[in-house]
């Protein structure tokens, strides 16, 4: 299979393929200078940073030649990448339900501290934000999906973060908290809750009639990541019992709370991680 043939096979194809095991298909025909070929001679072009997938250098002489050559550059959703996700959004539109684990790291009171600043103030504290959140989740190998208003969206999937891919998730929403100040003697610079939930979403590339496409990932899995963010006090990230499962979390010490999430009719069992835990305390 070659570039667009059969497109919605392929893309449901490609799609799971390079989410759950970190890589193209072997049918994947792609051009010449991203093929498996030509990568043990990419290796040796300078410079790292270096795409953990394909190995194309962003840097140096060889990251000049990968990105006017080649329009091969860092990926927006994660700079350790290269833009094959966005490559293969053009030719292969369409995606594939997979397990993933969704991050939302949201600020609380937005709306407060909005009418205490001014636009610009406003604006330099969010971008603050965005630059922590996005720090922490591109250390931790997630993908970043969305930054929008006042939150910050990421998922984690097999392929790049491991089968514990909930752990890396943890570890990302840990560091976010500790980043804006939570569990330092003068208090938060911003207050922030995380919500974290593992479960099936659609992952890939969606396309309106104007020809716009945007990676993405949909359904009730991400409406429920993003509903435990709503509910996650300052400093506080909420976990979903599948989440805590997967990141092999022990529940010894841990806060239960039942929740009644908005849309759904069942309550949520979640568990309360706080920036005063330590990582190792709740390891198993």
Known sequence: MAGPVDLKSGAEDFWRHYMTKGEPPDWLN???????????????????????????????VGGALMRHLFAIVPSRMNPNLC???????????GGAEVEATLLFADVRGSTGLAEKSSPAEFSRLINRFYSAATGAIIR?????????????????????????????AVRAARQILQATGHGQGDGPWLPVGVGIH???????????????????????????GARLASQAGPGEILLSEAARVCAGLDKTGLEARQLQLKGRTESVETWVLSERMSEGATRR
């Open 30 to 60: 792609p051009p010449w200078y991203r093929s498996k070929v030509v990568q043990p001679f990419v290796r040796h072009l300078p410079s790292s940073p270096r795409c953990h997938v394909c190995h194309a250098p962003f840097q140096g």
């Open 83 to 93: 833009n094959l996700c966005e490559w293969a959004a053009d030719h292969f539109p």
């Open 198 to 224: 593992t479960g099936p979403v659609f992952i890939g590339a969606v396309r309106s009639e104007a020809g716009v496409s945007e990676i993405t990932v949909l359904g009730d899995a991400a409406n429920v």
């Open 140 to 168: 931790t190998n997630g993908m970043i999906e969305k930054l929008i208003g006042d939150e910050v969206v990421g998922f984690y999937v097999p392929g790049f973060a491991g089968p514990q891919h909930a752990r890396e």
